[in-house]
């Protein structure tokens, strides 16, 4: 039976108590609920809280936290999912301007 290969995975400060953690596997099945090969969660943590978040849970297929409300997500592809989680987390930033922002870079954890 063929296993999951990591992709990628990423944890990089942007503020000194907020972080975003990428996790992004090829699967040989897709996960119930989503028509491609990849199971994924890409957070955005802030203060220990997770405060927006894709990923595709079995049976909910793909979809995004922002706070309490989750909705469907049209995964079109990685790339493309990690630019919206990009943008979303800068939109967060820009909704609570607390704290030093800093760019996510990869950690020696990367995998590309």
Not at 17 to 25: C, G, H, L, S
Not at 65 to 88: K, N, P, Q, R, V
Not at 93 to 103: A, F, H, S, T, V
Request: hydrophobic share 35%; proline share 4%; net charge negative.
């Amino acid at each position: 039976m063929a296993k999951a290969t990591l992709i990628r995975r990423l944890r990089s400060f942007v503020r000194s108590d907020v972080f975003v953690e990428i996790v992004i596997w090829q699967v040989p099945a897709s996960v119930r609920g989503s028509q491609h090969a990849f199971k994924y969660s890409l957070a955005l943590i802030a203060n220990g809280e997770c405060v927006l978040r894709y990923d595709n849970e079995a049976g909910k297929g793909d979809h995004r936290h922002l706070g309490s409300t989750e909705a469907a997500y049209a995964f079109t592809g990685i790339d493309a999912l990690t630019e919206d989680f990009l943008s979303d987390v800068k939109g967060w930033l820009d909704d609570n301007p607390e704290g030093e922002d800093r760019e996510p870079r990869p950690d020696n954890g990367d995998r590309r």
